[in-house]
């Protein structure tokens, strides 16, 4: 019959199948499996490319990350700072509300902090000046990031365009305040701020600069956790993310938890802005957020907006990042050659969960090969 | 005889166990208008789709003026000259209407679009159409943009055209427009397919109406030499007995007073017209109708997840004894006026359910409110859910289980049986078996009849006519917006309610009247 044959050429050589759920047990060795195939096929790349021995690129790279206990403590604050923004935009995106504009949220919420230490830092005495500071971060990031969700609400506007274009707003008022209060005049820099009094500075806890960040962001990941899971808003929020027509349904006031939601999110930017300024940095500039605005979706994302998972995915990719720069400095290679190796692991990683929800099977066999005998026991 | 321009014979094709066609034979010659008429589900697109390449026959052969083909792509379709006008516009937004239509094409020369525009204009005269080929398609009317997938099919020098539901979306006076232009195609020698299920439409511009029912073929007429009621007939079939107990109602007070809701969705398109009725308590309020006459906008508008243009929703609370206007409220307002309505509605996951959450936190929708504290607590959700999983026999690995893994009927019972835990006064489920098998579909039965038993006033939307006349105490039609109808189930016949499903909502037959 001429249509069976129709049929034949029909089936393709392999299906994708989603599927129904993988023991917990089997989707990590997934993941592992990835890591390993990423740093064999890593490993054929390097000695290909550069002739070095890969296993001794891995050794740098750990210990670029790991080796000393200064980098130890960079590594620490990196990731805690990763972390706060990722967490910042975690139930956002659980709501399905593409804010990529964590960056320029982050960079208001420091300015604002840091226009506290410079405009008060000195006359204010500490009880007044740190409560101002956290104020005023987390209500300037937490507008930065309303303004977009109240579009949206209202008018329904597009929030990716929308958010991604505040990050430039935030840019270039940070790039005027730059010359304005620049440090020596002129330079259109912001030194140091309030570099002999400290004033506005974070505590140092024993003698650690980082710490105090690490434990908030602690702190953070442990609310968040808890909101996301235990709290009526944050399951308001994942049926608005999942389905808004069944959100409606239930009577939940969609517009009221966007902007709800949104302000949270921005409230968090403006505290990671917060961090990184006066716990930090102790100076403002436009690339203060340094991308982590775009790399905190990432990071959500990997972690399926579990905060807990992505202590890990932040873990990983600082990790790789800090590694990279490393091998490029020690085997005197260029950035891009590390850019490679770490594009080359997290494409792997992200691919492992491809694996994880789907299947692949292939076309059986005897259906190719003995079709008469198929069709045969049909009949 | 002449050699029909596309013959089928013996097609079927099944999804899973459910046979959406079987051995379906039609024939259609040149300059020849073919009717496709059956209700929802008889396998109308699913023949359709099979003919344009969307989906491969799994028996069965195609001729294409006699010689047999394989049609395994739309593309394929294209080449022997078979051109689709789908139910849902498939154009691009941003476009104007001439790149619409040549997007897509391989054309060996250049982009020319002036040539093109010049040859739209060419077949726009020829047939009629009135269309600007400049114009973008987010300005055009929903006539517009169809007469764009017209002219685009033509472009590609279709012979054999086929609409699906062409006229659902169109006004009386578009209709009439569309017709004329389909009956110049004729002329000129195309073969035209109409699916429909509008009877006046079949008989005023087909030649020759083929009758789906349940997936099968029952059998092609000449139109001139038929009526209304012999295809109503052939299109409903005889009566089945389903034995479903039916009690008689008790204590019957009007609990909803839904009185001249008139809506307009955002095409401007009236989707409900001066509709008007009363659900009683203890008593199951059937809906029948076409599926998208109304069904839904009249659900969603009394649930006050639907704005309406005019009209009264009062409801009665049986509490406080009070009438209560539910016009312009909020679900959350409607239920802080202590109204208990339950709402199944029709796209379970999309709608009642959220499909990646697991049991628990969907029974937790309708009470997570409960408590003065920010935060959750699932104990009692949770109790509900292991009730609701062995009560209703929830095929499921656990209550930690997402509801989209589940099946269908195990969803189903998911929703209803949460819908019922709340208590209502009023119960509104729009094609709650649709997908179900015989078993689940008892059960929801049962449990309807459970809830009319306890005085509440049941509306079920339905499409299976023999499940609404066992079912159901008074059955209300809707056709395109309008009530055409409201009988009591024991006194009438199947076939006064397919006539009143098709009856257009002037009361008459079109070129009858």
């Given at each position: 019959m001429s249509n069976n044959t129709g049929k034949k050429a029909h089936e393709p050589l392999f299906h994708i199948i989603k599927r129904n759920g993988l023991p917990f047990w089997k989707s990590w060795l997934i993941r592992i499996l990835s890591v390993i195939a990423a740093l064999i096929v890593c490993g054929i790349v390097i000695v290909f490319v550069t002739g070095e021995n890969p296993l001794e690129m891995y050794k740098t790279m750990f210990e670029g990350a790991f080796g000393t206990e200064r980098r130890r403590w960079g590594l620490m604050q990196d990731l805690a700072m990763l972390l706060c923004v990722s967490l910042a935009v975690t139930p956002a995106f659980k709501m399905k509300f593409w804010n990529i504009g964590a960056e320029g949220q982050v960079l208001i919420g420091g300015l604002a902090t840091a226009a506290c230490m410079i405009l008060f830092g000195e006359k204010l005495s500490p009880y007044i000046l740190y409560p101002l500071m956290i104020c005023s971060s987390i209500i300037a990031g937490a507008v930065w990031a309303v303004i977009p969700a109240f579009f949206k609400a209202k008018w329904n506007t597009n929030e990716t365009l929308f958010t991604l274009m505040m990050n430039y707003i935030a840019i270039q008022i940070l790039s005027y305040f730059s010359y304005i209060w620049s440090n020596p005049k002129g330079s259109g820099k912001i030194g140091i701020i309030n570099a002999s009094s400290s004033a506005g500075w974070l505590p140092y806890i024993g003698n650690n600069k980082y710490l105090f960040n690490i434990l908030i962001v602690l702190a953070l990941t442990i609310f968040m956790y808890i909101y996301l899971k235990y709290s009526k808003h944050g399951y308001e929020l994942s049926v608005v993310g999942e389905s808004e027509n069944t959100a409606r349904y239930i009577g939940i006031n969609v517009k009221k938890v966007i902007i709800r939601t949104m302000l949270l999110s921005g409230a968090i930017c403006g505290i990671a802005g917060l961090l990184l300024v006066a716990g930090a940095n102790h100076t403002v500039s436009s690339n203060a957020a340094d991308?982590?605005?775009?790399?905190?979706?990432?990071?959500?994302?990997?972690?399926?907006?579990n905060p807990i998972y992505m202590i890990l995915t932040s873990l990983l990719l600082v990790f790789l990042d800090k590694g990279a720069t490393e091998i490029s400095t020690t085997f005197s290679l260029n950035d891009s050659f590390s850019e490679i190796i770490t594009g080359i692991i997290i494409f792997f990683i992200i691919g492992s969960e491809f694996f994880i929800n789907y299947k692949i099977k292939f076309r059986e066999k005897e259906v190719i090969t003995k079709p008469e005998v198929k069709e045969g026991n049909e009949q | 005889m002449p050699v029909p321009a596309i013959e089928l014979r013996n097609i079927s094709k099944s999804f899973g166990s459910i046979a959406a066609n079987k051995n379906i034979n039609l024939t259609v010659n040149r300059g020849?208008?073919?009717?496709?008429l059956g209700e929802n589900g008889s396998g109308k697109t699913t023949l359709m789709n099979m003919i344009c390449g969307i989906y491969f026959p799994d028996h069965g052969q195609i001729f294409i003026d006699g010689k047999e083909v394989v049609i395994r792509s739309p593309r394929d379709s294209f080449e022997y000259k078979i051109g689709m006008i789908h139910q849902h516009f498939k154009l691009v937004d941003v476009f104007s209407a001439?790149?619409?239509?040549?997007?897509?094409?391989?054309?060996?020369?250049?982009?020319?679009?002036?040539?093109?525009?010049?040859?739209?204009?060419?077949?726009?005269e020829e047939y009629g159409f009135d269309i600007d080929p400049n114009k973008k398609i987010y300005e055009m009317s929903v006539s517009e943009k169809q007469t764009v997938e017209i002219i685009k099919v033509l472009y590609r020098g279709a012979d054999i055209l086929i609409l699906d539901e062409p006229t659902a979306v169109l006004t009386p006076q578009e209709t009439d427009k569309l017709f004329t232009v389909l009956r110049k195609m004729?002329?000129?020698g195309k073969s035209i397919i109409i699916i429909t299920h509008k009877l006046h439409e079949v008989l005023s511009i087909s030649d020759k109406v083929s009758v789906l029912r349940k997936g099968e073929y029952i059998g092609t007429l000449i139109t001139k030499e038929t009526n209304e009621s012999q295809l109503t007939e052939m299109m409903v079939g005889k009566k089945i007995s389903l034995d479903i107990d039916r009690s008689e109602p008790e204590g019957c007070e009007d609990r909803l007073v839904v009185e001249n809701l008139n809506c307009t969705n955002s095409d401007g398109i009236k989707t409900l017209d001066s509709v008007s009725f009363t659900a009683k308590s203890g008593e199951i309020l059937g809906i029948a109708g076409i599926a998208g006459s109304g069904q839904k906008e009249l659900l969603e508008s009394i649930a006050g997840l639907q704005k309406f243009d005019s009209g009264e929703i009062v409801y009665n609370n049986p509490k406080t004894g009070k009438a209560d206007n539910l016009k312009g409220k909020t679900p959350l307002q409607i239920r802080e006026l202590g109204v208990r309505l339950s709402f199944v509605p029709e796209d379970r996951l999309g709608m009642g359910l959220v499909g990646n959450m697991d049991i628990t936190d969907n029974m937790m929708l309708r009470s997570y409110r409960k408590g003065k504290t920010a935060f959750l607590k699932r104990g009692a959700p949770k109790k509900l859910a292991e009730k609701v999983v062995s009560d209703l026999e929830v095929v499921t690995p656990g209550i930690g289980t997402p509801v989209r893994r589940l099946s269908g009927g195990n969803v189903q019972k998911i929703l209803v049986g949460r819908e019922i835990a709340f208590a209502p006064t009023v119960f509104m489920a729009a094609y709650p078996v649709r997908g179900l098998d015989i078993n689940s579909s008892y059960l929801i039965y049962n449990l309807l009849n459970e809830q009319k038993e306890n005085g509440v006033a049941v509306i079920f939307v339905g499409e299976d006519l023999d499940v609404l006349l066992e079912l159901c105490d008074r059955i209300m039609v809707l056709s395109s917006g309008s009530v055409t109808g409201i009988v009591d189930a024991k006194n009438t016949t199947k076939e006064e309610l397919g006539i009143l499903m098709t009856k257009n909502s002037k009361g008459g037959y079109g070129d009858e009247q």
């Open positions: 991308g982590r605005g775009f790399t905190a979706i990432m990071v959500s994302w990997l972690a399926k907006f | 020849e208008i073919l009717s496709i001439a790149e619409n239509i040549i997007l897509g094409m391989e054309d060996t020369g250049k982009y020319n679009l002036k040539k093109s525009i010049e040859q739209i204009k060419k077949i726009s004729k002329e000129n």
